[in-house]
């Protein structure tokens, strides 16, 4: 398949290994945006470079070869990039895949011109082949893909834009804050945004720093909470209750978030007790995070059926009462003290 990974283009940037041409491809906006920036700063930035941008559904294979005709007055290179190249005709496409087809070899990145298509769809696998100007791109340059992530590759991409900040992040603090932001690049970048503002001139980035820069305190008090009660913990489990009602969290929220941990860790009990597989598969089957998970294996792991069981009852039960409005405070109290036996 003619597609690479980001990932390549990344390590070539890094390289200096300039293309002529690139073809962009797939869902993620932010990183085509992102290496688009990065090809522009290779290639000289504002001052050593001309930047032109036309979209696909205004170009015609006339215009394309227009541009790539024009001679810059001020720069000795320049950068011509073609948006929703998508929106390009069949028929223009073929002619504009020629066009490229016909322009000579790089020879070793020294060329006046940088062509960057940029497609916001991802081609399926049907339609990579009758993609003239990608193939032709392919033949002569790069032609990537910005597909939606992988967990790993997310991780990777926040300890990347940590590293280009001058900072460290430990693997374990990178997962946590893919955790708590989720997969989508524009959330994970504007918490890192925040992160790099308040750690200011400091040189790594903590899991307390991002307990404290990203507005999840409610979550992370209930993440203690289930922490304390698998502990069995009962002077924490009622004092981070507490804490969680007086900072306005919704007690039916509270108790769902219990019975739902208790769920989750009652599989991963199952799991490590049948052990038949690894504990990284269990984290995947029962969607624990490496930061947690350890954690709460190692917690569980002496407790027994019966204890879920009963439990999982009892909070099932408190649930049923809530809804029907019979629960106060004191009785989530007098429930976690029951839990913690």
């Not at 979209?55 to 007055?73: C, H, K, P, V, W």
């Not at 496409?93 to 940088?114: R, T, V, Y």
Request: with cysteine; net charge positive; charged share 25%.
């Amino acid at each position: 398949m003619p597609l690479i990974k980001f990932l390549e283009l990344d390590d070539r940037l890094k390289r200096k290994n300039l293309a002529r041409f690139y073809y962009f491809t797939g869902e993620e906006q932010l990183l085509q945006d992102e290496y688009l920036g990065r090809i522009f700063s290779a290639l000289g930035g504002p001052s050593g470079i001309e930047k032109e941008i036309i979209y696909g559904s205004e170009t015609n294979a006339d215009r394309f070869a227009n541009a790539m005709l024009s001679q810059s007055l001020f720069s000795a290179r320049r950068l011509l990039v073609i948006k929703e190249t998508n929106r390009i005709k069949q028929a223009q496409e073929k002619e504009i895949a020629g066009i490229i087809n016909d322009q000579p070899s790089d020879s070793g990145g020294e060329f006046n011109l940088c062509v960057v298509f940029l497609n916001p769809e991802r081609l399926r696998k049907d339609r990579i082949k009758g993609s003239g100007i990608m193939n032709a791109v392919a033949k002569s340059g790069d032609a990537v893909e910005f597909r939606q992530l992988y967990k790993n590759e997310i991780i990777k991409f926040i300890q990347n834009r940590i590293t280009l900040n001058d900072k460290r992040v430990a693997y374990q603090t990178a997962e946590y804050i893919h955790h708590i932001t989720g997969n989508n690049l524009f959330d994970i970048s504007n918490e890192l945004e925040k992160l790099f503002i308040y750690t200011g001139d400091k040189k790594e980035i903590t899991i307390s720093d991002v307990d404290v820069c990203s507005g999840y305190p409610k979550q992370e008090s209930i993440y203690q909470l289930l922490d304390a009660l698998i502990s069995r913990d009962r002077k924490s489990s009622i004092a981070l209750l507490n804490k969680l009602v007086a900072s306005g969290a919704n007690k039916s929220y509270v108790l769902i978030s219990v019975y739902r941990h208790y769920k989750r860790a009652f599989a991963a009990w199952a799991f490590l007790s049948d052990g038949s597989i690894t504990q990284e598969q269990i984290y995947r089957k029962v969607g624990l995070d490496r930061y947690h998970g350890p954690i709460l294996l190692k917690k569980i792991r002496n407790l027994t059926e019966s204890y879920f069981s009963e439990n999982l009852r009892r909070i099932y039960m408190a649930e049923l009462a809530l809804k029907s409005g019979r629960v106060v405070n004191s009785d989530l109290q007098a429930l976690f003290i029951e839990l913690c036996r």
